[in-house]
């Protein structure tokens, strides 16, 4: 199949010769997409994964929450064009964010899974390519990551990363302290266990990159491979900053109440729990937010004074 001249709404073209072949041999590759009320978004994350020029099979595993904009439609219609690529899976029920999260990843055939979420999108043509060569030539590493560009609802740029020209390995303690953004984000299938704790968070790329830095490295490669879209709808994105400073922190202390962590993990969970709450202090104190420190000051208290 060739995917040449087609476009969507948002003006991304398509000139990439499909990678699988016309059977069912398991991919080496899935990328898992997750999506709720994506309806704006959702075919330019799903063309941009056909895009993907490669040498191995790859395929796109569509997780839909139920979503009532029109999104399901789009997943279907295209599903129905590249069966042998595409799978959208059964929404007959309400998920909810973590646990879409995890039925995309747990019926990824894929030796390597490449996350994205049904507003972000993909811009470099060789991203699995690049990522999935790294990954095969460093067996230490389970979870590779590359820059991206923030982008709006239109899909005009806001910011762009620095790109860095030759890949950066760390160690799997360092990763706890660094952020990956979600459709950058290549790793091992084999290197994830969801524990009940990641199914009380909102901010669950955090916590899976935490599950991912817990069995092995994590490498940045530096080059751009994909856009985050920050717009209206986003959920992280309506909220004001306390809010954003508190799901933060809830989200470090249920990684800490997890026990799946290796100590030494834990330990640095436990040491960027305590920095952040200290960042965001001095922002709040920065800012002039006194009714927002109190209540701030007061959520850390609380859970300091129940899990210590």
Not at 200 to 212: P, Q, R
Not at 213 to 227: H, P, T, V
Not at 270 to 297: G, N, P, S
């Amino acid at each position: 199949m060739n995917f040449n001249n087609v476009h969507t709404n948002n003006k991304i073209s398509l000139h990439a010769t499909d990678p699988i072949l016309e059977n069912q041999l398991a991919p080496e590759v899935s990328v898992a997409i997750s999506t709720y009320n994506h309806g704006q978004f959702i075919e330019q994350t799903i063309l941009s994964a056909l895009a993907q020029q490669t040498s191995f099979r790859f395929e796109i595993v569509i997780a839909d929450d139920q979503s009532n904009d029109g999104t399901t439609a789009i997943c279907k219609h295209y599903e129905g064009i590249y069966p042998a690529i595409i799978r959208v899976l059964d929404n007959e029920f309400k998920y909810g964010q973590s646990k879409n999260l995890e039925r995309a990843v747990q019926h990824s055939r894929g030796k390597y899974i490449a996350y994205c979420e049904g507003d972000d999108y993909f811009t470099d043509l060789l991203k699995l390519q690049r990522q999935f060569d790294f990954m095969e030539k460093h067996s230490d590493v389970t979870v590779c990551f590359h820059r991206i560009v923030s982008v709006d609802e239109m899909g005009h740029i806001i910011e762009q990363q620095n790109i860095e020209r030759t890949p950066v390995i760390y160690e799997s303690e360092k990763l706890i302290h660094l952020f990956a953004p979600t459709p950058s984000l290549f790793f091992r299938k084999n290197a994830v266990d969801f524990p009940p704790e990641f199914h009380e968070v909102k901010s669950t790329d955090a916590f899976l990159f935490a599950l991912l830095a817990d069995k092995g490295k994590g490498a940045d490669l530096g080059f751009i491979g994909a856009a985050y879209r920050k717009h209206p709808d986003g959920l992280f994105n309506r909220m004001n900053k306390l809010d954003r400073y508190e799901q933060t922190l809830h989200t470090r202390l249920k990684m800490k109440e997890a026990k799946i962590f290796s100590p030494e993990i834990h330990k640095e969970i436990k040491k960027e729990l305590h920095r952040r709450e200290w960042v965001y202090l001095k922002a709040m104190i920065k800012d002039l937010k006194i009714k927002e420190l109190f209540k701030l000051t007061l959520f850390i208290l609380r859970y300091r004074l129940k899990f210590g």
